[in-house]
Structure formats: C-alpha cells, structure tokens
C-alpha cells in the first residue's frame, strides 16, 4: 500500500478529533465514528492539559481548541498532604512553554466541544451512533460494520476509543483486558466555599481512607476530585448506577478523619459526575497491523494521576499523522510510531501507577510513604526525568523518520 488517502477514526472523544485533523493536515481525509449520540459532551469533569499537550495542539493549528484551554485556568503546581493537612511538598506541573505558558486545567467537556466544533470547521464529518462492530482488512483497505448495519471503506482505520477499545481487540483478539487499578473516581464544581488554597494551586490530600484533590478556579469555584480505593472491580456500570445520594453517605464515613475541605466541597456540589472505576493500558504486545492501528488511550491508558492521558493522546496524533506524511507503506509508519511512542508512554504510565499504590496504604505503608515522600519531591523536583516528561516535542515541520526521544534546547 502506498500512501493511504482515506482513513476511518474510530472514536469522538479527544483523541478522535485531533487525529482527524492532523491526518487532514497531512493530505489524509479521515471520517471520525463515534458510538455516543450527537449532543453527548464526552463526560468526565476536569482535566489537566500539560505544556507538552498544548505543544502538540498549536502543531495542528487547532486554534479553537487552544481557546478552549485558555479558557481554564493555569495550574503550574501541587502540594501534597497528609489527612493531618501536614505539608509534605510541592511538586510542578512541568514549568512553561516559551511565551510563558503553563498547565491549564479545563473542563473536560470545554476540549471536547472544542476539538469537535474545530474537526467540523475544517470539513471533516463526524457521525455519531456509530458504534464499531467489526472490520476487515482486505487488500484494497479496511471495511468498518456498526452496530447499526451500515458499513465504511477506506485505506486505513485508526482506533481512538478509549480504553474499552473494540479496534484493539479486533487487532488482537488475544489483548488483556485494561487493568483496573483498584481506585474509583468522580469529581464536580463547588460554589460559596473558601478553601485554603490559592487560585491555580492544586492542593491533594492523602487521606486516611481515600485520596482527595481541589483546586480553586478563578472566579470562585472550586474544582475537585475524588479517588477511592476499592479492592475488587465493580462490573461495568455498577459504580455509575449508585446514585450521588448514597455516595454522599460513603464520603462522609471516608473522608471524616481528614483535614481540608473535602465534605465541604462535596456538600456544596449540587451533582457530581458518576462514579467510576480507573482502567489503564500498562502493555500492549500490538498496536496495528497492516492497516489499523490504536492510538491514545486505545494503546496506552496512564491513570489520571499522571496528568498526561489527554496530553499523550495529542502528541500520538501529530506524530501518527507525521509518520504516514513521511514513511511509506503505511505497516512501516505504523511500526515507526509504535517504535517512538511505546517507551515514553510506558515509562509515564509506570510513574502514575506507584503514585497511585500511595493513595491509601495501610498504617505502616501511610508512615513510610509520609517519612519518603518529601525526600523524593526535593529530589526529583529538577530532574531531568521529570523534564523529559513535559518538554518532550513533536514537531510538524520535522521528518518523521527523524522523530527522537529529545529534549529541546
């Protein structure tokens, strides 16, 4: 196959769009697929877009996008504590981009109508109710079947569909099944609470029972999240059908011991989003084969306690897009993306998984970790790892097949 022409994007939420417009970027026309209703805002509650994911926006130009991120607010650090509201240290979002940009937190939904209306504004169509069936490759492309009995050709098809992906399974019908990582999570929007914390400073709780995290929005607003621990996975569906009644009554148990705000917050939030369990993507073996392949979080699921999953997913469609504009087959530019990519992301989704074995340890683990942590934030606070993470570079005016793991000057 030379060149590919065509390509079907499975998926609307963050990854699909974007990898739409910069496939269109590179001379590829894409269709993007997305199973959700028109109308659906993607979901979640906020997100953290790190300097290295607004990097990767502005080499697609998407200009309504960066609106939308300029519309949150810059969030350039953390500061840990214990449920005792002891300060254990500070560690930074990733510093600035060259015009003094920082991390922004967002709202998830502000991205998400974003990327779409930008994806529109190009001439790219989006079809909703179109949940993936199936796909066949054949020798003259790849046929999609939904769900509702139509079907799409074309060269390629590019799987962005999150973490429950069908694309992945359909590569490999022998992939694991995303791990859970034995947290729940949900969050939402307070109002009229004064919280110790300055406007744009995360501020994360390690509590005696769960993981609690805020941050005051310009404005007023409080943003928060909570993360808690549950051993065994509920089934798909189960944590989201409790109703924010009873979780309220959980919180109130969970959170009694802790220092900060945390039921304040809740209290003040009329609706919080539904509760859910956290899946990643640690490894795996394969992600394409001649002619479909899965990107963002489809690949490669961090945990939110990275802070990169939307990030990750940017930069994979610049340099997806980058890799069929410049190598040929396209089975050749698949194999050099997955070469360039799969090291970062694993190293970064590795990090956020012993981050997130720290959120609720027993009381012996809950000593060391109090006792190591501000060790390791003094530490690692210039290291150069953690510099690899946020200035990382992928570069549309760069040959793809020159794509390396390199920190600009």
């Known amino acids: 196959m030379n060149r590919p022409r065509t390509a079907i994007v499975i998926g609307g939420g963050i990854a699909g769009p974007a990898t739409a417009m910069a496939l269109a970027k590179a001379g590829i026309e894409a269709t993007v697929y997305e199973a959700r209703p028109d109308g659906a805002d993607g979901g979640g509650v906020m997100l953290t877009l790190a300097v290295n994911g607004i990097d990767a926006l502005r080499a697609i130009d998407a200009s309504s996008a960066a609106a939308a991120v300029a519309a949150g607010f810059p969030t350039p650090q953390i500061t840990l504590r214990t449920h005792t509201g002891k300060r254990l240290g500070v560690t930074s979002t990733g510093g600035t981009l060259a015009d003094g940009t920082a991390a922004r937190t967002i709202r998830r939904a502000d991205l998400y109508r974003a990327l779409h209306s930008q994806a529109v504004a190009r001439g790219i169509t989006v079809r909703h109710g179109k949940r993936l069936a199936s796909a066949q490759v054949h020798s003259g ?53 004064t919280v110790p914390a300055a406007p744009g400073s995360y501020e994360m709780i390690f509590g005696k029972r769960a993981f609690f995290g805020y941050a005051a929005a310009p404005g007023g607003q409080v943003w928060w999240f909570a993360n808690l621990p549950q051993r065994s996975e509920p089934a798909r569906g189960e944590a989201e059908a409790i109703s924010n009644a009873q979780w309220r009554q959980r919180f109130a148990e969970i959170y009694a011991a802790d220092a900060g705000p945390a039921l304040e917050l809740i209290a003040a939030t009329a609706s919080f989003a539904p509760m859910t369990p956290i899946h990643t993507i ?128």
Not at 142 to 164: K, P, S, W, Y
């Open 282 to 409: 640690p490894h795996l073996k394969r992600w394409h084969t001649g002619r479909m392949i899965v990107v963002g979080d489809a690949a490669h699921a961090p945990s939110p306690t990275s802070g990169q999953g939307a990030s990750l997913s940017l930069e994979d469609a610049v340099l997806l897009a980058t890799s069929l504009r410049d190598i040929q087959p396209a089975a050749a530019a698949f194999a050099h993306f997955e070469a360039v990519r799969r090291p970062r992301v694993e190293k970064i989704i590795k990090a956020a998984a012993r981050i997130n074995n720290n959120k609720a340890p027993g009381p012996a683990g809950r000593l060391v970790r109090d006792l190591v942590l501000p060790v390791i934030l003094r530490a690692t606070a210039n290291a150069k790892s953690a510099r690899e993470v946020y200035e990382y570079h992928v570069g549309w005016n760069e040959p793809a097949d020159r794509t390396q793991e390199v920190t600009p000057p």
């Open 141 to 193: 492309g790849v046929r999609a079947t939904f769900a509702d009995g139509t079907d799409a050709e074309a060269d390629i098809l590019v799987g962005c569909d999150g973490v429950h992906s069908t694309v992945r399974r359909l590569i490999d019908p022998a992939a694991p099944a995303p791990s859970y990582t034995g947290l729940l999570n949900t969050g939402g929007y307070a109002s009229g609470v």
